[in-house]
């Protein structure tokens, strides 16, 4: 069983910065992708960004150049990194975890932390 749990979101004027982390714990593979998702009041849950074990990234065009995802293998643990925050940018922030068996596919999800953007 894997379990996320994340931290460092907050409140932040618009241009400010925030990291966010996410903990895994459990056995964590290296075929394992761990991402971030956000998701603002009244709107779906979308993609942020995510990374592999082996570092390759991909981003949400909405974020592309302003947050940057990292991941340290040996601590299990993912980062986003947020500069130049907007209003825009308001929502709960998930932690993902997709592990890919043969073909089968199951995802894992932290509880969320709120991050606030002030204008």
């Known amino acids: 069983q894997v379990q996320l749990v994340e931290s460092g979101g907050g409140l932040v004027q618009a241009g400010g910065s925030l990291r966010l982390s996410c903990a895994a714990s459990?056995?964590?593979?290296?075929?394992?992708?761990m991402a971030w998702y956000r998701q603002a009041p009244g709107k779906q849950r979308d993609l942020v960004a995510s990374?592999?074990?082996?570092?390759?990234?991909n981003y949400a065009d909405s974020v592309k150049g302003r947050f940057t995802i990292s991941r340290d293998n040996a601590k299990n643990t993912v980062y986003l990194q947020m500069n130049s925050l907007k209003p825009e940018d308001t929502a709960v922030y998930y932690c993902?975890?997709?592990?890919?068996?043969?073909?089968?596919?199951?995802?894992?999800w932290g509880q969320g932390t709120q991050v606030t953007v002030s204008s």
């Open positions: 990374i592999t074990s082996g570092g390759i990234t």
């Open positions: 993902n975890l997709l592990r890919t068996v043969f073909v089968t596919h199951r995802a894992y």
């Open positions: 459990g056995r964590i593979f290296s075929s394992d992708i």
